[in-house]
């Protein structure tokens, strides 16, 4: 049990990593930091396509990694 868990652990996590790659930045340099909470509390939701599906995939692996991870505990004691 503990070797299937730690192999799908490494593969979200690799999933996980790869998802995080391929995402683009949401801010442009400290201007962006700065104004990018505002904008995202006050602003228009414009994630649309590809974003909100690689938005969603990444809830899902993180999701999935802490649901593993706690396992792995688990069955380690």
Known sequence: ???L????????CIVLIAIVLLQEGKSN???????GGA???FGKQKTRGVDLILKRIT???SVFFFLITIAIG???L
Not at 29 to 35: C, F, Q
């Open 59 to 61: 809830i899902v692996a």
């Open 39 to 41: 904008e995202q509390l």
């Open 74 to 76: 688990y069955f380690n």
């Open 1 to 3: 049990m503990n070797t």
């Open 29 to 35: 340099g400290l201007s962006g930091a700065i104004s």
């Open 5 to 12: 868990l730690t192999v799908l652990l490494v593969i979200d």
